[in-house]
C-alpha cells in the first residue's frame, strides 16, 4: 500500500439556505492524525463526508495523491476506510458475516481467523461474532464498524466520533487502532472528546 | 444597453405576432368542413401547446445531460425552467383537447392514445416536480431530477410510438403522417394560420425560458456574491 | 486496481440480500401477503362467474396484471429504501462498485418478482378458471414482464432512496414508466391466452423486451450518479 494525502482547498457546503461549511482548507497527510474539532452543527460531519466524496461540495474541492500523481475520484473509495454515526453495518447479519461480506467486496477476502482477531483487538469477544448484529449493544455495534472500517487496511481513515457509545476499555482499543494506522495512513478524526484530541499531530478547529 | 433593446423590440414583435395568430384564428381562417360549428379553431391553440410541452420535454433532456457533465447549477435551472413551462402546456393541451372531445363527441375524455400520451407527459411533469420537493440538497436535488428526466425520456417513445399504433384514433393524423407525406389537407389559410401560430408559441417558449434562466442566473450571481 | 471482479462483488451483494431476505423476510411478506390478499379479493368479489364471456379475455389479463404490479409495487422499493433507512448505504457505498450494487438488487428484485409471478399466476388461473391457450406464450411474457418490471422498479428504487423514501414517491415516478409496460403485457397476456402459437405473443414482446432493455441500458449509466450523488 502506497501513502495517499488528501488535499482539500476551500471546501464549503450549503444544505438549502443553510451554509454548513465554508471555505474550509488543510491536508491530511500520511503518517499523521488531523483532528477536526468544534461545537456541533460546526460542519465535522460533513466534513468528513466531502473529504470521503460520499458529499458533493457546494465549492471548493478535494484531491487525492500519491506522491505527485492524483488519484482519480472512482479510485477514492478503494483507499479509504470510514466510520461514522450514520454508517451501520447490517443487522440481519452476523458480525463475522459482515465483515466477511465487505471483505469480498473490496477484493479483500480476510481468512475467518484474521476477521475474528481484527474484532478481538476492538474488544468484541469470540462467543459474540456469530449472533446477528440486530442484537448487539450499541457499543458493540461501534466495534463491528471500526472494523469494517480498518479491514482492508486503508491508505486514509476517517473516524467520526469513533468512541461514541463506547466504555473506557472500547476507548483504548480505538486508541490503539489509530495508533496502528497513524504510522502508514493518513487519519482524520472528528471528535470533541478532550482525550482523543490529544491523539492529533495536527488540529482544524471549525466554528459555527 | 443594445441588448436590452433587442430584447424590447422582440417583445414587441412576440405579441405583435401573437395578436395576428389570435385574429386570423378567430376571423380569417376559416372553419373546418365537417366539425360541429366553429369548434375546429381550437387546434390553431391546441396544436402549437402539444407541441410546445414536447418541446420542452427535449430541452429538459438536453439541459439534464448537460447538467450530469457540468454540474453547473445554471444547466439544473434550465432543466427545471424547461419543465415548468413542459407541466403548464401539457395542462393546457389537456384541457382544450379536452373540451374540443366534448363538443365533438360529447365526451371529455375517450382514452385516446394521444389522449393517453399527453396524460401520461403530464404525469411525467407532474412526477419530476414531486421528487424535486422531496430532495433539500440542492446538488443531490439536480442529478436526482436530471436522472429521472432521462429515464422518463427513454420511456416515451414507446408511449407515443408503440402502443397508440395498436388503437384506432380518433385524432387526425399527424401534419406529416408516419409516411413522412402531407396527409392533412387542410385549407391552405387554416394551414397557414396553424403554422404561424406554431412559431408564435415557439417564440412564446421561448421568451418565457429565458425569462427564468435569466432569473436563476440572478439568484446564483447574488449567492456567490453573498458568500465571497 | 481493484482486487474484486465485478461478477464476484454483485454476487456478494445479491448473496447478501438474500441471506438477510432469508431472515427478515420483510420484502416477501409483503409481496406475498398483498400479492394473495387482492387476488382473494378480487376472485370472490368476481371469481370465474360474474364476468360475460366475451369480457373475459380483456377483463381477466387485465386484473391478473393489477394484483401483480400492486403487489410488487409494495416490495420492490425496499431494496434501496431499507438501506437508508438502516443508515448501511453509505457503508455499502464505500465498499462496493455502483455497478455491482445495481446489478445485485437488480437480480435480487428479479428473484422476487420471479417468486411472485409463479405463486400469484397459477393461482389465478385456478381461481379465475382463466384458460390459457399459450402456456409457453404467457411464460415468455411473464419472463419479459419481469426483466423489465425489475428494471424500472430497481433505478426508481434508487432514486427515491436518495430523495424522501416514501412508498407514494416510488408510486408517483413509477407511474408514467411502467404505464406503457403494462399496457404491452396485458395486450402479451390476452394473445397468449387466446392463442396457442407463440408468435401471438410477439408483437407484444417486442414491445416489453425493448422497453426492457432500454430502461436497464439507461439505468446502468444513470445509477452510479443516483448512487453517488
Redo the contacts between chains.
Sequence with gaps: MEAISVEFTKVGKRFGARAVLAAVSGTLRPGEVLVVAGPNGAGKSTLLNILAGVLRPSRGGVAYRRGDEEVPRREWFENLGMASPDMAVYEELSAIENLRFFGRLRGHALADGALAELLETLGLPVREHHRAVGTYSSGMKQRVKLAQAALHAPAVLLLDEPSSNLDAAGHEAVAALVARFRARAAVAVATNDPREIAWGDARLDLAL | MTDNRVRTALHWLLGGWMLLVIVAAFFWAPSAVGFKGESSRIVFFHVPQAWVAVLAFCVNLVASLRY?RT?DPLDDARAAAAARLGLVFSLLATVTGSIFANVMWNSFWNWDPREVSIA?LL??Y??YF??RE???????RA??S???A???F??MP??VF??PR?YWSLHPDTIIGATGKLKLQMESRMLQTLFGSLVGFTGLFVWLYTLDVRLARVRLARRERE?A | MRASTLLSESLAVLGKELTAELRSRVALNAIGLFGLTTLIAVAYQIGPYQIQEQDRPYLLSALLWIILFFAATSGLSRVFVKEEDAHTAKTLRLAARPLAVFAGKYLFNLILLSALFSLIVPLYCALMSYRVRGVAGLAVVLAAGAVALASTSTIVAAIIARASGSTTLFAILSVPLVLPLLVMLIQGTRAAAASAELAAVLPALQGIVSLGGAVLTVSVYLFPVVWHD
Design positions: 450530469l454540474r401520461i404525469l411525467v407532474a412526477a414531486a421528487l422531496a430532495v433539500p440538497d440542492e446538488e443531490r442529478s436526482l436530471a436522472a429521472y432521462i429515464l422518463a427513454v420511456t414507446f408511449l408503440v402502443v395498436i458568500e
